[in-house]
């Protein structure tokens, strides 16, 4: 496989980290050109600061777990994240709507979708695959591609399970082909790692980029 990096986000959502931890994130996420970097609010001005004009993208977390948030909080903080240079947004949709049978989960996407794409940056809506049957989660990548998402996410990383290979290859049967697929939950290994991108994800988002990419440079020569 040509150009690993391009496919990963590192990530770094722990409630413990510290500046130096982000200090380290970005610093291998330049030395790896990697396509992204996935950061909390609070470190986008920092992030963008040291990544200035560089070919990665600044990707941050709306409704970070649980998408327990009403639709109003989410917009302001996905304004607010947008004005401080993020390109990406990984937004945590309402699943609690979603599964009381709501409609309100479509109707929030669209608004942030809409958002979004009048400044030009993406959407990518985590639907949290863990807590949902296969037939759920078929509904729920067509909820988000009706209402316009980028790409659709598996997980947080909150659950009890992160990404699956049957699961991607669920989302890549159900999904138009104009949106993308995040994997994301417990992706550690170059293996794995290869066996979710096999299987139709675009994007790995993973704390664990630089054994990914390492191992993988092993594999070129």
């Given at each position: 496989?040509?150009?690993?990096?391009?496919?990963?986000?590192?990530?770094?959502?722990?409630?413990?980290?510290?500046?130096?931890?982000?200090?380290?994130?970005?610093?291998?996420?330049?030395?790896?050109?990697?396509?992204?970097?996935?950061?909390?609010?609070?470190?986008?001005?920092?992030?963008?600061?040291?990544?200035?004009?560089?070919?990665?993208?600044?990707?941050?977390?709306?409704?970070?777990?649980?998408?327990?948030?009403?639709?109003?909080?989410?917009?302001?903080?996905?304004?607010?994240?947008?004005?401080?240079?993020?390109?990406?947004?990984?937004?945590?949709?309402?699943?609690?709507?979603?599964?009381?049978?709501?409609?309100?989960?479509?109707?929030?996407?669209?608004?942030?979708?809409?958002?979004?794409?009048?400044?030009?940056?993406?959407?990518?809506?985590?639907?949290?695959?863990?807590?949902?049957?296969?037939?759920?989660?078929?509904e729920a990548?067509?909820?988000?591609?009706?209402a316009g998402?980028?790409?659709?996410?598996?997980?947080?990383?909150?659950?009890?399970?992160?990404?699956?290979?049957?699961?991607?290859?669920?989302?890549?049967?159900?999904?138009?082909?104009?949106?993308?697929?995040?994997?994301?939950?417990?992706?550690?290994?170059?293996?794995?790692?290869?066996?979710?991108?096999?299987?139709?994800?675009?994007?790995?988002?993973?704390?664990?980029?630089?054994?990914?990419?390492?191992?993988?440079?092993?594999?070129?020569?």
């Open positions: 496989m040509k150009n690993l990096n391009r496919y990963l986000e590192s990530t770094l959502l722990k409630p413990t980290m510290t500046q130096s931890d982000v200090d380290h994130l970005l610093r291998e996420a330049i030395e790896d050109q990697v396509m992204g970097v996935c950061l909390p609010g609070f470190w986008l001005k920092k992030a963008k600061r040291e990544l200035g004009q560089k070919d990665i993208r600044l990707v941050t977390v709306i409704g970070f777990p649980f998408g327990f948030e009403d639709t109003a909080s989410k917009v302001a903080e996905a304004r607010e994240a947008i004005k401080q240079g993020a390109d990406e947004l990984d937004l945590v949709w309402s699943l609690t709507s979603f599964l009381s049978g709501m409609n309100w989960a479509k109707i929030e996407i669209a608004q942030l979708a809409k958002l979004c794409h009048e400044d030009d940056r993406i959407l990518k809506v985590i639907i949290e695959t863990a807590y949902l049957t296969p037939e759920q989660i078929r990548c067509l909820l988000c591609q009706d998402a980028d790409f659709v996410k598996t997980s947080t990383g909150y659950a009890s399970s992160g990404a699956k290979v049957e699961d991607i290859r669920l989302m890549r049967d159900t999904l138009s082909s104009s949106v993308g697929i995040k994997a994301s939950g417990g992706i550690k290994t170059l293996e794995f790692a290869e066996e979710l991108i096999q299987a139709g994800a675009d994007r790995i988002g993973t704390s664990s980029s630089r054994a990914i990419l390492e191992a993988w440079r092993k594999t070129q020569f």
